[in-house]
């Protein structure tokens, strides 16, 4: 009933992560209804955007340039790293201001029942990284679950004899939250990693 | 601290209608991780869907054909015409399966406050549409909101004076939601108890 370029358009926009049939109509129906302009520089933004970003060469974070503006900036501090799975998480460390080391990032977590080893995400060149750059602390930021922690305790191992420290982001009770709505795993670990206050 | 082709990416994301920052950012990276037919197929869908769609120069409704295949079609009742103020609202009234007329796609709603006058709408040739087809009933669908059921009303006067019946749905579907939202059981509730308008 719909004519194929819609149809077309919205099985599309239903690809994206989170989109369903509802809102990909939506969103088709909204991109039809705007101004020329609007499709035509969603259009252009999305072949640019394959055309020219490039991961860096250092820490594997896309960028326009590589080294990417984060590896080649003087004023981070070289000797601190930390280990992040994607680039949402790197942009969610960098927007909280509270750091300013260098990054690495994976491109993923170890997931050995998908089959994704080691050696399908940016883990192997870890090591040289840390010993080229002399870093003095590894941040293992991977995400806060299953995976996640058994891929930080992979890199961990993976880092014993290089000198460097290694350490883990702290989990516990989310700053702003109330105690009431933690679940016990989150609130068992907020107790054992207790610290001095 | 993005390079400038992903920010570039995530505004134009952020244009469309329910997306925010954090969406415009997951989708944008959710478009450079995957595979690159990925954007090449979305970017090239925005391109035909503006190149290759018009209005059907009876109904109004978006269509690769004009006429399009409802007006076109020998199956359709053409004694029965549904108005509704856009194109998601007749597909979702298709999707319900309860009708079998023609539509009447007026492309907004009646808003004095905003300037959208009847002349900013496909209201006009309503009523010479009315009599060509020598429809025997109008099923008034605009959404159940203050500005749709002033269109209604509108329309219902205009409509005095051409023999054919007038009717509204019934508002089974809930008071000031939007036709977009409800479930097919509701909308076919809300035709099947189309009353006197």
Not at 26 to 32: D, F, G, K, P, V
Not at 44 to 56: F, N, S
Not at 60 to 81: G, K, M, N, V, Y
Request: aromatic share 2%; glycine share 10%; with cysteine.
């Amino acid at each position: 009933m719909l004519a194929r370029p819609i149809k077309n358009l919205i099985r599309e926009l239903r690809k994206l992560p989170g989109v369903g049939e509802k809102t990909a109509t939506r969103l088709a129906l909204h991109i039809l209804t705007a101004p020329p302009e609007r499709a035509e520089n969603l259009a252009h933004a999305l072949t640019e955007v394959k055309e020219r970003i490039v991961p860096c060469k250092e820490c594997h974070q896309l960028t326009e340039d590589s080294p990417c503006a984060i590896c080649a900036s003087p004023r981070r501090d070289r000797t601190l790293l930390c280990i992040v799975e994607d680039q949402v998480s790197l942009i969610s460390i960098e927007n909280s201001g509270n750091f300013n080391g260098l990054y690495h990032v994976l491109g993923g977590r170890l997931s050995p029942m998908d089959g994704v080893g080691p050696s399908s995400l940016n883990i192997p060149d870890i090591k040289d990284r840390v010993r080229n750059l002399g870093v003095r602390e590894v941040i293992l930021a991977t995400n806060p679950n299953v995976d996640g922690e058994a891929t930080a305790l992979y890199i961990k191992r993976l880092l014993e004899g290089t000198g460097a420290a290694v350490t883990r982001i702290a989990r516990g009770v989310p700053m702003g939250g109330d105690l009431e709505y933690a679940d016990s795993l989150t609130l068992g670990r907020a107790i054992d990693g207790r610290g001095t206050f």
